[in-house]
């Protein structure tokens, strides 16, 4: 059974930044591709950043130049690199793993607050 663990969150500073980490356990970690999402109060979750095995990114839109998603398979880890934060990226941040077989897996999720 896979395991996801974050970490990282935190209250920041409009303009600031954070990375979020997410340690995966259970099974191969190369062979999921890893994903961060997010849902703010009254919104659906939704995609931030994934990062395929072979280490190819997708990004939504609104974090594109701010957010950067990256992994170090030898530490079974996927890190969120957050940038130029907004009020508006205030969140539960989620790590997921998604096999080639469409299982995913949630992790618990971690709080992201923007405010001054």
């Known amino acids: 059974q896979v395991q996801l663990v974050e970490s990282g969150g935190g209250l920041v500073q409009p303009g600031g930044s954070l990375r979020l980490s997410c340690t995966f356990s259970?099974?191969?970690?190369?062979?999921?591709?890893m994903g961060w999402y997010r849902q703010a109060p009254g919104n659906q979750r939704e995609l931030v950043a994934d990062?395929?095995?072979?280490?190819?990114?997708n990004s939504a839109n609104s974090v594109k130049g701010r957010f950067t998603i990256s992994r170090d398979n030898a530490k079974n880890t996927v890190y969120l690199q957050m940038n130029s934060l907004k009020p508006e990226d205030t969140a539960v941040y989620y790590c997921?793993?998604?096999?080639?077989?469409?299982?995913?897996?949630w992790g618990q999720g971690t709080q992201v607050t923007v405010s001054s």
């Open positions: 990062i395929t095995s072979g280490g190819s990114t």
């Open positions: 259970g099974r191969v970690f190369s062979f999921y591709t």
């Open positions: 997921n793993a998604r096999s080639t077989y469409g299982l995913q897996y």
